[in-house]
């Protein structure tokens, strides 16, 4: 029976050579002269990978979030895998650190509500839970193509990725 996995994944290589790009300009850029600023990758496991921003002053961590923003773009990395609505922390001295988590893994809200669009659609179409990923399996491809087609129009807030297509 085919099937497909519908997953929530950034490219870790582009990211990380996307956060490379933007330490190297934050490091040439005139007006960060002789501040703290940096961008630092931080991967705990393999769902809790986050960015860290640190800045001087709010307007320097708004720079250096722009900067890091203009880069993932160039990189082909999709911005909407980034949780920007975190509030900067105050560190010793004037520094602040702003943490930016990757969302990897599709969360349980955003799953069921796959899977009630798949129900609500009629395809002839079933969906399971596993794990990050829903799996969607159907008799034939052309409803698993329809079914990735509605997915993208339905949920747009997220950057679903499908992968491990089988016939």
Same mark, same amino acid.
């Given at each position: ?53 640190f800045a001087d002053s709010d307007f320097q961590l708004e720079q250096v979030r722009d900067v890091l923003l203009g880069r993932l773009a160039r990189r082909g990395v999709d911005i ?12 010793? %001295? $004037?520094?602040? !650190?702003?943490?930016?988590?990757? *969302?990897?893994?599709?969360? =349980?809200?955003? &799953? ?18 596993? %794990? $990050?990923?829903? !799996?969607?399996?159907?008799?034939? *491809?052309?409803?698993?193509? =329809?079914?990735? &087609? ?18």
């Amino acid at each position: 029976m085919p099937s497909f996995d519908t997953v929530l994944e950034p490219d870790l290589v582009e990211v990380r050579n996307a956060v490379d790009q933007a330490l190297k300009e934050i490091g040439t850029r005139f007006d960060f002269k002789g501040s703290s600023a940096k961008v630092e990758f931080v991967d705990r496991s393999a769902k809790e990978r986050e960015l860290q921003l640190f800045a001087d002053s709010d307007f320097q961590l708004e720079q250096v979030r722009d900067v890091l923003l203009g880069r993932l773009a160039r990189r082909g990395v999709d911005i909407r895998y980034l949780d920007l609505t975190g509030k900067p922390v105050k560190l010793g %001295g $004037d520094r602040l !650190r702003l943490d930016v988590p990757l *969302r990897c893994g599709v969360p =349980a809200e955003t &799953a069921k509500k796959i899977q009630q669009a798949l129900k609500a659609s009629r395809l002839k179409v079933q969906s399971a839970i596993q %794990g $990050d990923a829903v !799996r969607v399996s159907g008799a034939k *491809r052309d409803d698993l193509q =329809a079914a990735i &087609a509605l997915l993208r129009k339905e949920i747009a807030d997220l950057p679903l990725g499908f992968g491990n297509f089988r016939d």
